[in-house]
């Protein structure tokens, strides 16, 4: 849209008062305020247009990027593609799947595709963010996505990022330090509290060695 007509409106305001100075028009800052708008709107579209642009198909799921927020490289991956066939095969139609460390959903959208339901949990924040999107993107109204830590036990968690990617993110270990990457403290919670279902079909875990203290939260789903 063509907003060169603000131009010609402040011109005009400024230029047909006689009772008062130019800098001083009662108009003067309205104008200013809705040329300000519609410049702020342009960078919003450029920016919207930008980020659409980046949008990426794969085993027939839109994606915002390929790459997660820890710089891992998906479109080529033929171990994920071996491990996201594997698992929809186990997967009965209507079924429910959970994914613990989802990233940005690789694993989440293609179950998301035959489930009735997906519960998908990633503690770590631009992962989860572009997990949102990329669900959202797809119109995945049987998605649950919650920013938490699975834990064997409920309680906040801090999540070590190193420098190089939320990729290999992981829960803390004692005396571990920050220097060479942030943390970030979360939700933790258990299967048991955090997914209300009778059963699970498809468990899919990936939380950088802390598989045993998932599975111990889940001890409802395994002895019933």
Request: proline residues 4%; glycine residues 6%; charged residues 20%.
């Amino acid at each position: 849209m063509n907003y060169s007509f603000l131009r010609y409106l402040y011109t005009w305001v400024v230029k047909t008062t006689s009772d008062k100075p130019y800098n001083t028009h009662p108009l003067r800052h309205m104008v200013r305020f809705v040329v300000s708008c519609t410049k702020w709107a342009g960078i919003n579209r450029m920016a919207r247009e930008k980020l659409e642009s980046q949008v990426c198909v794969h085993h027939g799921i839109k994606f915002f990027s390929l790459i997660d927020a820890g710089g891992v490289y998906y479109r080529n991956s033929s171990k994920n593609t071996r491990a996201i066939d594997l698992l929809c095969d186990f997967l009965p139609a209507g079924g429910v799947a959970v994914d613990v460390g989802a990233s940005i959903g690789i694993f989440t959208l293609p179950l998301a595709m035959k489930a009735r339901k997906v519960y998908s949990f990633e503690p770590v924040k631009t992962a989860f963010t572009v997990l949102k999107r990329n669900t959202e993107l797809n119109n995945f109204a049987n998605v649950v996505c919650e920013r938490s830590a699975v834990n064997s036990h409920c309680g906040e968690v801090k999540i070590f990022i190193p420098s190089s990617g939320s990729s290999v993110a992981h829960m803390v270990k004692d005396g571990q330090s920050s220097i060479s990457g942030n943390i970030e403290i979360v939700p933790g919670t258990t299967l048991d509290v955090a997914v209300p279902e009778r059963y699970i079909d498809v468990l899919k875990i990936d939380v950088e060695g802390a598989e045993l203290n998932v599975l111990r939260g889940a001890e409802r789903f395994f002895t019933q």
